[in-house]
Protein backbone atom coordinates (compact mmCIF):
# COMPACT_ATOMS: atom_id res chain seq x y z
CA UNK A 1 0.00 0.00 0.00
CA UNK A 2 2.98 2.53 0.60
CA UNK A 3 4.36 1.51 -2.70
CA UNK A 4 1.06 2.83 -4.17
CA UNK A 5 0.92 5.97 -2.44
CA UNK A 6 4.60 6.49 -3.21
CA UNK A 7 4.16 5.83 -6.85
CA UNK A 8 0.89 7.66 -7.44
CA UNK A 9 2.63 10.90 -5.70
CA UNK A 10 5.72 10.24 -7.87
CA UNK A 11 3.26 9.95 -11.02
CA UNK A 12 1.12 13.21 -10.20
CA UNK A 13 4.31 15.40 -9.42
CA UNK A 14 5.99 13.60 -12.25
CA UNK A 15 2.45 14.68 -14.68
CA UNK A 16 2.51 17.85 -13.04
CA UNK A 17 6.17 19.12 -13.80
CA UNK A 18 5.67 17.80 -17.14
CA UNK A 19 2.14 19.86 -18.22
CA UNK A 20 4.14 23.03 -16.46
CA UNK A 21 7.41 22.60 -18.92
CA UNK A 22 5.78 21.85 -22.11
CA UNK A 23 4.87 24.35 -24.68
CA UNK A 24 1.33 22.73 -25.55
CA UNK A 25 0.98 23.73 -29.43
CA UNK A 26 1.53 21.06 -31.78
CA UNK A 27 3.23 21.74 -35.07
CA UNK A 28 0.87 20.62 -37.31
CA UNK A 29 3.47 19.17 -40.16
CA UNK A 30 5.96 18.01 -38.03
CA UNK A 31 9.53 18.24 -38.81
CA UNK A 32 10.65 15.36 -36.47
CA UNK A 33 9.06 12.01 -35.51
CA UNK A 34 5.61 12.56 -34.00
CA UNK A 35 5.30 10.75 -30.68
CA UNK A 36 1.87 11.44 -30.20
CA UNK A 37 0.44 10.08 -33.16
CA UNK A 38 2.40 6.88 -32.86
CA UNK A 39 1.77 6.45 -29.60
CA UNK A 40 -2.22 6.81 -30.67
CA UNK A 41 -1.62 4.23 -33.05
CA UNK A 42 -0.13 1.84 -30.55
CA UNK A 43 -3.36 2.47 -28.08
CA UNK A 44 -5.21 1.32 -30.88
CA UNK A 45 -3.35 -1.87 -32.04
CA UNK A 46 -3.19 -2.77 -28.28
CA UNK A 47 -6.78 -2.52 -27.57
CA UNK A 48 -8.39 -3.83 -30.59
CA UNK A 49 -6.36 -7.20 -30.00
CA UNK A 50 -6.60 -7.22 -26.72
CA UNK A 51 -3.64 -6.97 -25.43
CA UNK A 52 -3.32 -8.09 -21.81
CA UNK A 53 -0.17 -6.87 -19.86
CA UNK A 54 2.10 -8.45 -17.54
CA UNK A 55 3.42 -5.45 -15.14
CA UNK A 56 6.39 -5.19 -12.32
CA UNK A 57 7.17 -1.81 -10.00
CA UNK A 58 10.01 -1.34 -8.19
CA UNK A 59 9.84 1.32 -6.06
CA UNK A 60 13.39 1.56 -3.94
CA UNK A 61 14.10 -1.91 -4.00
CA UNK A 62 10.06 -3.34 -2.99
CA UNK A 63 8.59 -5.15 -5.97
CA UNK A 64 5.47 -5.74 -7.04
CA UNK A 65 3.82 -7.51 -10.31
CA UNK A 66 0.59 -8.06 -11.50
CA UNK A 67 -1.40 -9.32 -15.07
CA UNK A 68 -3.79 -6.93 -16.19
CA UNK A 69 -6.73 -8.58 -18.46
CA UNK A 70 -8.43 -5.06 -18.85
CA UNK A 71 -5.83 -2.82 -19.57
CA UNK A 72 -6.33 1.51 -20.47
CA UNK A 73 -3.25 1.44 -22.26
CA UNK A 74 -4.34 5.47 -23.05
CA UNK A 75 -3.57 6.21 -19.36
CA UNK A 76 -0.10 3.14 -19.42
CA UNK A 77 1.62 5.00 -22.70
CA UNK A 78 0.56 8.78 -21.56
CA UNK A 79 4.42 8.95 -20.31
CA UNK A 80 5.88 8.06 -23.89
CA UNK A 81 3.18 10.65 -25.63
CA UNK A 82 4.52 13.12 -23.83
CA UNK A 83 7.68 13.00 -25.29
CA UNK A 84 6.68 14.11 -28.37
CA UNK A 85 9.19 17.12 -29.03
CA UNK A 86 7.06 18.51 -32.12
CA UNK A 87 6.34 22.07 -30.49
CA UNK A 88 6.86 25.16 -32.25
CA UNK A 89 9.26 26.71 -29.46
CA UNK A 90 11.29 23.51 -30.62
CA UNK A 91 12.10 23.18 -33.85
CA UNK A 92 15.24 24.75 -34.12
CA UNK A 93 16.44 23.12 -30.43
CA UNK A 94 17.10 19.70 -31.44
CA UNK A 95 19.77 18.19 -33.75
CA UNK A 96 19.02 15.52 -36.25
CA UNK A 97 21.24 12.22 -36.69
CA UNK A 98 20.31 9.70 -39.24
CA UNK A 99 22.36 6.32 -38.61
CA UNK A 100 22.55 4.04 -41.64
CA UNK A 101 23.68 0.30 -42.14
CA UNK A 102 23.48 -1.72 -44.83
CA UNK A 103 22.09 1.33 -46.73
CA UNK A 104 19.26 0.95 -44.87
CA UNK A 105 18.10 3.86 -42.06
CA UNK A 106 18.37 1.87 -39.01
CA UNK A 107 18.33 4.70 -35.91
CA UNK A 108 17.01 8.97 -36.21
CA UNK A 109 18.27 10.21 -33.16
CA UNK A 110 17.37 13.30 -31.63
CA UNK A 111 19.73 15.50 -29.17
CA UNK A 112 18.74 18.32 -27.34
CA UNK A 113 20.87 21.60 -28.28
CA UNK A 114 19.46 22.79 -24.98
CA UNK A 115 20.23 21.82 -21.80
CA UNK A 116 17.11 23.34 -20.18
CA UNK A 117 14.57 21.13 -22.28
CA UNK A 118 13.20 17.92 -21.13
CA UNK A 119 12.90 15.48 -23.51
CA UNK A 120 17.02 15.58 -23.75
CA UNK A 121 17.23 12.39 -26.02
CA UNK A 122 14.77 10.52 -28.30
CA UNK A 123 16.20 7.58 -29.63
CA UNK A 124 13.68 5.66 -32.98
CA UNK A 125 15.45 2.38 -33.89
CA UNK A 126 14.14 0.84 -37.13
CA UNK A 127 14.15 -2.61 -38.34
CA UNK A 128 12.81 -4.78 -41.42
CA UNK A 129 10.30 -2.91 -44.55
CA UNK A 130 11.57 0.30 -41.56
CA UNK A 131 9.14 -0.53 -39.20
CA UNK A 132 9.86 0.47 -35.84
CA UNK A 133 11.25 -1.84 -33.51
CA UNK A 134 12.32 0.31 -30.15
CA UNK A 135 11.65 3.94 -28.87
CA UNK A 136 14.18 5.50 -25.86
CA UNK A 137 13.23 8.74 -24.85
CA UNK A 138 15.96 10.15 -21.80
CA UNK A 139 14.48 13.10 -20.28
CA UNK A 140 15.02 15.14 -17.23
CA UNK A 141 13.93 17.78 -15.20
CA UNK A 142 14.97 20.42 -12.54
CA UNK A 143 12.58 22.14 -9.76
CA UNK A 144 12.98 24.16 -6.62
CA UNK A 145 12.09 20.64 -5.22
CA UNK A 146 13.32 18.16 -7.40
CA UNK A 147 15.64 16.46 -9.75
CA UNK A 148 14.57 14.21 -11.92
CA UNK A 149 15.90 11.50 -14.90
CA UNK A 150 13.59 9.30 -16.57
CA UNK A 151 14.80 6.74 -19.49
CA UNK A 152 11.79 5.36 -20.91
CA UNK A 153 11.47 2.62 -23.40
CA UNK A 154 8.92 1.00 -25.86
CA UNK A 155 8.91 -1.83 -28.00
CA UNK A 156 5.80 -2.61 -29.98
CA UNK A 157 6.41 -6.39 -30.41
CA UNK A 158 7.40 -6.57 -26.47
CA UNK A 159 6.13 -3.44 -23.87
CA UNK A 160 7.87 -1.22 -22.22
CA UNK A 161 10.16 0.49 -19.08
CA UNK A 162 10.52 2.98 -17.73
CA UNK A 163 13.49 4.09 -15.14
CA UNK A 164 13.32 7.06 -13.34
CA UNK A 165 15.07 8.30 -10.52
CA UNK A 166 14.51 11.59 -8.35
CA UNK A 167 16.60 13.47 -5.92
CA UNK A 168 14.64 15.20 -3.86
CA UNK A 169 15.52 18.36 -1.76
CA UNK A 170 12.83 17.14 1.41
CA UNK A 171 13.47 13.58 1.46
CA UNK A 172 15.05 10.53 0.51
CA UNK A 173 15.93 9.68 -3.23
CA UNK A 174 13.47 8.08 -5.13
CA UNK A 175 13.88 5.50 -7.74
CA UNK A 176 11.08 3.22 -9.51
CA UNK A 177 11.11 0.88 -12.51
CA UNK A 178 8.14 0.19 -14.56
CA UNK A 179 8.32 -2.98 -16.40
CA UNK A 180 5.62 -4.00 -18.34
CA UNK A 181 5.30 -6.93 -20.92
CA UNK A 182 2.81 -7.61 -23.70
CA UNK A 183 0.55 -10.76 -23.40
Excluded at 15 to 41: H, K, L, R, W
Excluded at 84 to 90: E, F, G, H, S, V
Excluded at 122 to 134: C, F
Aim: charged share 25%; with cysteine.
Amino acid sequence: MRIRRSLTFIVLSSSFFIACGTDQAIVENPPFFSMSTYIDQEIERLESAGTHLEKSITFNGAEESQTLEDVNYERELEMFRQADINRPAWLDKYEVDSIMGDGQLQAILYRALDETLRIQELRIEHGVNQSIQRIQVNSRSNTVLSDSEQELIYAPEEGYEIHSKQENRTSEPVAITIKAIFL
